[in-house]
């Protein structure tokens, strides 16, 4: 039996790699501050700094445990189910220290912190979000998955969509200027929705290399026609001609060109995953050894 603590071992007590270094991702953040730390504390904001971080952070772990369940499939290996929990958990630990350090920057005065939330919209959308988030680690324990039943418990912990989708719209809020990175996250959380959405309309657990590849191409169509419909209202242009920049690769690579070249590397690991798990390709490679 582990005990809670030990994360760095599996359900049988033994040392897992795949948990070690899960750990040491969820860390990796924690060390990048330390390390630049002096640069931090000699910014003009230093807090602030620190609130971007930890909320950018928070979402790319929220990220990397939705890929969890696409990706088992994808890689063919079910052990990556292990870490989901502990991915889930890193991630509220990163958005618990992001309202922490909101706190600090509002002189931990519970009054301006209640006034700024109730009062800008895209803090109202990302506490939402963290009452969402902090509701589903609360739930994560075996106890309550056993209290609360399976299917209810599964139930419940749908509601990380709603949360993602939450997340973005705060994301997309507080961005000033270039929309890049976030269309480019926002893109990336629909590809991973889409996969589970696209499976389930098909009634199978692992979609088709055909259908992967179908899917990553419209997503990058809608990414590049989303993108330049939202330029195209902020700044009172047309979208079609927003649509002609796409080529122009001077001026930066857009987040469709980004999204697909992501989809097209999970394609070809799929593909390759295929046929490596095909008994008669594996059976001619070991006759030819
Ligand atoms: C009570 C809850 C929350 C508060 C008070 C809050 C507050 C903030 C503030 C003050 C900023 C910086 C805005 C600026 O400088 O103009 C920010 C940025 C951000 N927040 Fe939150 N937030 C909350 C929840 C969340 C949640 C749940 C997520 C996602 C899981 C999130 C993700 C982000 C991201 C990605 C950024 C931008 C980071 C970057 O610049 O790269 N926040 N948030």
Redesign the pocket.
Known sequence: MTASWQLWCDRRGRLSTLRVATLALLLLPLVKVIFQASEIAHGARPL?DL??RA??W??VF?GVTLAVTPFRRIFRYGNLVEIRRMLGVGTFCY?AT??AL?FADQSYDLGKVVHE?THRVY?MV??T??LG?AALAGTSTDGMVRRLGGLRWRRLHQAIYGITLL?LI??FQ?TKADVTVPTFAASLFFWLIAYRLLAWWQNTSELSTLSLLGFSIALSGITFVGEAIGIAIAFHVSPLLVLKMIFDFDAGIRPGWQVLAAGLAVVAVQAAMTRWKNPTVRARAVAAE
Request: aromatic share 18%; no cysteine.
């Open positions: 602030n609130i971007h909320g950018f928070a979402l929220l958005i992001h309202l909101f939330i803090l990302g506490a979000a963290w988030l997340a705060h994301y507080q």
